[in-house]
């Protein structure tokens, strides 16, 4: 079951990554996505792909304030072949893919 994305999710992550970090990892810009929010057209994939990211900065935020948390997704990482986190993850990309499951349990190993 796919969780709803609400206004402050999305007021979150943009605070969190700013505006351009947000869409080159969402695909969508915050006030984009706002507007298809208030008009019940959110498509699930793009549902998916904002709360993986919230999960990967909730992890994050253990170990890195919002610069650091900016900072580790553009930071290249031995553990992806030498790319950054945003750089490993492209543009077309979905949470159920073996290369964002491995940017995930990056963050998550940060938590410790």
Do not use: C, H
């Not at 057209?41 to 792909?49: A, D, R």
């Amino acid at each position: 079951m796919t969780k709803k994305i609400s206004k402050r999710d999305i007021k979150t992550l943009e605070e969190i990554l700013r505006t351009e970090l947000f869409t080159d990892l969402v695909g969508e810009t915050p006030k984009k996505l706002q507007k298809k929010l208030q008009k019940g057209k959110v498509p699930k994939s793009l549902t998916e792909k904002v709360y993986f990211i919230y999960e990967i900065t909730e992890y994050l935020q253990g170990s890195y304030d919002y610069q650091g948390i900016r900072n580790w997704f553009d930071r290249e990482r031995v553990e992806l072949e030498n790319n950054s986190p945003s750089q490993y993850l492209g543009f077309d990309w979905k949470p159920e893919d073996e290369y964002a499951k491995r940017v995930l349990e990056l963050a998550r190993s940060l938590k410790g």
